[in-house]
T-cell receptor, first 113, second 116 residues
Framework: QQQVKQSPQSLIVQKGGISIINCAYE??????FPWYQQFPGKGPALLIA?????SEKKEGRFTISFNKSAKQFSLHIMDSQPGDSATYFC????????????FGKGTMLLVSP | ETGVTQSPTHLIKTRGQQVTLRCSSQ?????VSWYQQALGQGPQFIFQYYREEENGRGNFPPRFSGLQFPNYSSELNVNALELDDSALYLC???????????????FGPGTRLTVL
């Protein structure tokens, strides 16, 4: 059972454009939602994360939007740059007791110059 | 500050063999988690070690086992390798102990295992 569904699978955006990646989760016990960025040959690196007590979190050009009632969250990359070209993973977990990160399948982003 | 390192980088084995992958956690981190990342998929949690004890396990069979050493480095062992075990194996370290979800996990570059 895939508990975190991510779309699109791949995305091509022009330099300066907005990249949007969407995720939906099923487990209502999830209360921590990080996004990871992975470059070829590297491990995933935490980009930004959100808790459900806020609907939006912004760090530089990266913004997470969170809709608790719809069980959806999304990553927006403003002013996308070629250096942003990477695979992005959304994830979800619980903060109470033992938990583990459940990842989406990933979105391969290509920002064209 | 040294990041998470993994060895070897690449490994080729044949079906039925056994393999050991190694991970050195980031300085100051006492928790190590292992993930399997199949091609085109997101990482899947295998298990976690905290202070040398298995702290939790994902949906992987017992032929996947691990160890954590007093210096917090860790090993992942896979017995009776199957073709479907071909994947990138990622190690992640953190300092949160049991509450991994509240602490940032720092991933290593992974070990690419190919089973023929």
């Amino acid at each position: 059972q895939q508990q975190v569904k991510q779309s699109p699978q791949s995305l091509i955006v022009q330099k300066g454009g907005i990249s949007i990646i969407n995720c939906a989760y099923e487990n209502t016990a999830f209360d921590y939602f990080p996004w990871y960025q992975q470059f070829p040959g590297k491990g995933p690196a935490l980009l930004i994360a959100i808790r459900p007590d806020v609907s939006e979190k912004k760090e530089g050009r990266f913004t997470i939007s969170f809709n608790k009632s719809a069980k959806q969250f999304s990553l927006h990359i403003m002013d996308s740059q070629p250096g942003d070209s990477a695979t992005y993973f959304c994830a979800a977990s619980r903060t109470s007791g033992y938990s583990t990160l459940t990842f989406g399948k990933g979105t391969m982003l290509l920002v064209s110059p | 500050e040294t990041g998470v390192t993994q060895s070897p980088t690449h490994l080729i084995k044949t079906r039925g063999q056994q393999v050991t992958l190694r991970c050195s956690s980031q300085s100051g981190h006492n928790t190590v988690s292992w993930y399997q990342q199949a091609l085109g998929q997101g990482p899947q949690f295998i298990f976690q070690y905290y202070r040398e004890e298995e702290n939790g396990r994902g949906n992987f069979p017992p032929r996947f086992s691990g160890l954590q050493f007093p210096n917090y480095s860790s090993e992942l062992n896979v017995n009776a390798l199957e073709l479907d075990d071909s994947a990138l194996y990622l190690c992640a370290s953190s300092s949160g102990g049991a509450r991994i979800s509240t602490d940032t996990q720092y991933f290593g570059p992974g070990t690419r295992l190919t089973v023929l």
